[in-house]
């Protein structure tokens, strides 16, 4: 149900609602989920650490979090992914507190529900892709992953640089040259 509201903010442009409760779970999932994890270690490693500077170090692990996800403006690449792992990591840390039985009926219920949010064509899911492959569609911070392809990849679509006639021919060694000391 709560897709449905994602995708009537979205479509509505109502983007301040939208990104505020995103960054409200996140920070709770990071906060909250990822405090009760960390209390676990601390139980089993025996950590010392007084109750103030836990909830202190919480708090500046969703804060952090939030901006390095939902801020990207001056914050390193590796950071807003290392967030987005840690989120994945509590999340699956908390899912396997389930049994056997509930984990999988959930997980298949999980993809069941998402195989038609992406592909009937009034799913949700297709519904907001859509409506941000528009020209005009604001960006929305958190909600997609994204990935930095390498230099040499190509992004489909895209026409490829012609290549030149050196380009297409296959390099020669010398005669006095061994393979070895012959950098192409």
């Known amino acids: 149900a709560m897709t449905f509201v994602i995708v009537l903010l979205y479509k509505f442009k109502c983007m301040k609602l939208l990104?505020?409760?995103?960054?409200?779970s996140s920070a709770t999932l990071l906060g909250v989920l990822g405090g009760s994890m960390f209390e676990v270690a601390i139980q089993i490693y025996q950590l010392p650490i007084d109750t103030l500077s836990f909830f202190f170090g919480l708090y500046n692990f969703a804060v952090v979090g939030v901006m390095a996800v939902f801020w990207n403006k001056g914050i390193p690449t590796y950071v807003t992914q290392g967030y987005l792992i840690a989120t994945s990591v509590i999340?699956?840390?908390?899912?396997?507190?389930?049994?056997?039985?509930?984990?999988?009926?959930?997980?298949?219920?999980?993809?069941?529900y998402d195989l038609c949010a992406v592909l009937t064509p009034c799913?949700?899911?297709?519904?907001?892709?859509?409506?941000?492959?528009?020209?005009?569609?604001?960006?929305?911070?958190?909600?997609?992953?994204?990935?930095?392809?390498?230099?040499e990849a190509q992004r489909p679509g895209v026409p490829s640089q012609p290549r030149?006639?050196?380009?297409?021919?296959?390099?020669?060694?010398?005669?006095?040259?061994?393979p070895a000391n012959n950098v192409v």
């Open 123 to 151: 799913g949700p899911l297709r519904a907001l892709v859509n409506l941000m492959s528009e020209e005009d569609s604001p960006e929305m911070p958190g909600l997609l992953y994204e990935a930095e392809l390498p230099p």
């Open 91 to 112: 999340l699956a840390w908390q899912l396997a507190h389930f049994d056997t039985w509930t984990t999988w009926t959930l997980l298949v219920m999980l993809a069941l």
């Open 164 to 178: 030149t006639r050196s380009d297409l021919e296959p390099p020669t060694l010398s005669p006095t040259a061994t």
């Open 19 to 24: 990104i505020g409760y995103m960054m409200v």
